[in-house]
């Protein structure tokens, strides 16, 4: 069974920084593109960012681009997503998603759970 | 990139059927086969419900189904029930416009 399990969330001050983390498990984890979803509350869905299996290519929404970065480690299939300069707009539960198939990611077939970010002062 | 365009809300009787319309533009839902439907619970994860336009992954059942004409794709829930209630999200490739995914506002659709 494909699991992603997030952890990382919680309250930060605007221009703080915070580091989420995805750990993967039930699937080879080295063979997905990788992506962060996030939701604010009571809004919609907003792709943040995707990764390559290797880690060689990476993508940003334009909003978290110079602020966010996303990475992998394959060996302990593990997702992070490392958010510097944070905004009161980054406020949302961050998912972990896996895309679907092997090339760049279209559609999302796994989900976590979503883990908490809360930017106020 | 903008979001595509969802109606916020819709509904049906348990047994009817109900679209929901999901609009975009060239450079997304009408340039690219790769429109997917999402559903979530309130407080759950969402859950994709069709890929590629109108492909179903296994377990989702048939009752719901995907189109798309030109710059506009539909989902479609046929023989509604009580589970169906739920919001409803579409997504687009965006190729190279961010070599991402775009999504729609979202749809709740409410089971009468």
């Given amino acids: 069974e494909v699991q992603l399990v997030e952890s990382g969330g919680g309250l930060v ?7 989420l983390s995805c750990a993967a498990s039930g699937f080879t984890f080295s063979s997905y593109w990788m992506s962060w979803v996030r939701q604010a509350p009571g809004k919609g869905l907003e792709w943040v960012a995707n990764i390559k299996q290797d880690g ?4 940003y929404v334009d909003s978290v681009k110079g602020r966010f970065t996303i990475s992998r480690d394959n060996a302990k299939n593990s997702l992070y997503l490392q958010m510097n300069s944070l905004r009161a707009e980054d406020t949302a539960v961050y998912y ?18 979503g883990t908490l970010v809360t930017v106020s002062s | 990139q903008s979001a595509l365009t ?3 809300s819709a509904s049906g009787s348990p047994g009817q059927s109900v679209t929901i319309s999901c609009t975009g ?10 429109v997917s439907w999402y559903q979530q619970h309130p407080g759950k994860a969402p859950k994709l419900m069709i890929y590629e336009v109108s492909k179903r992954p296994s377990g989702v059942p048939d009752r719901f189904s995907g189109s798309k004409s030109g710059n506009t794709a539909s989902l479609t829930v046929s023989g509604l029930q009580v589970e169906d209630e739920a919001d409803y999200y579409c997504s687009s ?11 729609g506002g979202g749809t709740k659709l409410t089971v009468l």
Avoid: I, M
């Avoid at chain 1, 060689?56 to 993508?59: I, Q, V």
């Avoid at chain 1, 998603?97 to 759970?113: E, H, I, P």
């Avoid at chain 2, 961010?98 to 999504?103: E, Y």
């Fill in chain 2, 25 to 34: 533009t060239s450079s997304d839902v009408g340039g690219y086969n790769y």
């Fill in chain 1, 96 to 113: 972990c998603a896996r895309g679907r198939g092997s090339t760049v990611t279209k559609s999302f077939d796994s989900w976590g759970q």
């Fill in chain 1, 56 to 59: 060689s290519e990476k993508y």
């Fill in chain 2, 6 to 8: 969802q109606p916020p």
């Fill in chain 2, 93 to 103: 490739y965006a190729g190279s416009n961010n070599w991402g995914v775009v999504f």
């Fill in chain 1, 13 to 19: 001050q605007p221009g703080g920084s915070l580091r």
